[in-house]
């Protein structure tokens, strides 16, 4: 028995010198620990939600009924009415016999350009500026992708290539090639009358060339009454075959979701919003919002319409998307530094030795971190570059701290 009092004598002991290092160490700590502080720093941050929804435009299909069709106009692209859009080919020949009447009528038009120099007396200083900003214009549309400015400028620089090499000697050689070229698009042109034909656009409108089905399922007018239900049940149509691409008409375009209630309860038609989609297209776009449905299970329709960036969303469908209700501008204050003394919110600063007590209003909670009001009315405020005290301890204001 004396043996087994002794054994918990000892762990006793043991215990108490644990608790007593332990709370040494605390003290100790909490005395010399370095002071640690955090720049105050503006910041922005969107208070909303990531929805998953549907691009919605008012659409016209464009059908072709030949065997080989081929699209003249870019996605995109504004087309007037009677605009050309797409070339129609009843055959294979068809087809290789307009390569060789654009290639043609390319030809015709260089030499043209050139001819006319050759018989005037062109100044070469000039035509080497033309051609030297006609290069850098070049590059600048290449650096850009933008192929339809590059197709005009090619025909033109090389226009003022073959005018730059010209001379008097060869222009009876240069007409004689014009006259032979004329004569053989003038018979290419009488023989694809019959089997080649251009299909043109039946208004105004921006082209696509993608059909998905969805172009007579998903309206604008449908928007305007459909049910969360309704709108989880939408399937697209079987494309048309002879389908080749669309026609969309109007400026206005909509994204459309279902979103839980609580997600929705402060946001009303008229509000301003913005959406970044998650793929295909990253630029932010400012929205307005066109309807917020009722109630249904727990969800609302959200629509949402737009009247910028056509352009860029004719191949966009269903997409993925973050949508920004509200944005707080302010300054980033870590949680970890604010305190909350005689009711009042607020955190201390290190100006210099002394630990300074400045209020806050807090405007969002990002997880992490508040965004608080930069009230630039008094120096006594916090501002942008104060350094944030986040770990010190009995801190009051005025306090000389180290």
């Known amino acids: 028995m004396k043996q087994g ?15 007593v290092a332990y709370f040494t160490y605390s003290v100790v700590s909490s005395l010399y620990a370095p002071l640690l502080t955090v720049t105050v720093t503006q910041y922005e941050a969107g208070a909303g939600c990531y929805a998953t929804g549907f691009v919605v ?13 081929v699209i003249t106009c870019s996605e995109g692209m504004h087309v007037a009415s009677s605009d050309v859009v797409a070339i129609g080919y009843q055959s294979e020949e068809a087809r290789t016999r307009q390569a060789r009447i654009d290639e043609l009528t390319a030809q015709i038009e260089q030499l043209e350009f050139a001819w006319n120099a050759a018989t005037s007396a062109a100044d070469q200083a000039a035509l080497d500026a033309q051609i030297s900003n006609s ?26 290539v073959l005018r730059r090499t010209s001379s ?6 240069m007409q004689q090639k014009i006259e032979a070229f004329k004569a053989e698009l003038a018979t290419l042109r009488t023989q694809a009358a019959s089997d080649t034909s251009q299909i043109r656009a039946g208004g105004a409108g ?9 172009e007579y399922v998903l309206t604008p007018e449908l928007l305007d009454s459909v049910s969360t239900q309704e709108f989880s ?6 494309p048309d075959e002879r389908a080749i691409g669309k026609l969309i008409t109007g400026m206005t375009w909509y994204f459309a979701c279902t979103l839980p209630s609580s997600e929705l309860k402060d946001v009303h038609e008229g509000d301003r919003v913005t959406l970044t989609f998650a793929r295909d297209y990253y630029q932010p776009v400012s929205m307005r919002v066109r309807r917020v449905g009722d109630n249904e299970g727990g969800y609302r329709m959200l629509v949402l319409s737009s009247d910028t960036a056509m352009q860029n969303i004719t191949m966009l469908r269903m997409q993925s998307a973050d949508v920004v209700f509200t944005t707080y501008n302010g300054l980033r204050v870590p949680k970890d530094a604010v305190r909350v003394e005689n009711g009042q919110t607020g955190v201390y600063v290190l100006e210099g030795t002394t630990a300074k007590w400045k209020p806050i209003t807090i405007l969002h909670d990002t997880g992490e971190s508040y965004i608080v009001e930069l009230d630039k009315s008094s120096t006594g405020n916090l501002w942008p570059g104060d350094e944030l005290i986040i770990n010190a301890k009995n801190l009051y204001n005025g306090k000389v701290v180290s």
């Open 5 to 19: 009092k002794s054994y918990f004598t000892v762990i006793v002991w043991i215990l108490l010198a644990a608790i």
């Open 57 to 69: 435009r008012q659409e016209e299909l464009i059908y072709s009924d030949y065997d080989t069709t």
């Open 233 to 238: 049940a939408l399937t697209p149509d079987e």
């Open 135 to 160: 290069l850098v214009q070049y590059v600048r549309y290449l650096s850009r992708r933008d192929m339809n400015s590059l197709d005009a400028l090619s025909s033109e620089l090389k226009g003022y």
């Open 206 to 214: 921006t082209f696509s060339a993608s059909v998905d089905g969805y």
């Open 168 to 173: 008097t000697e060869a222009s009876d050689s």
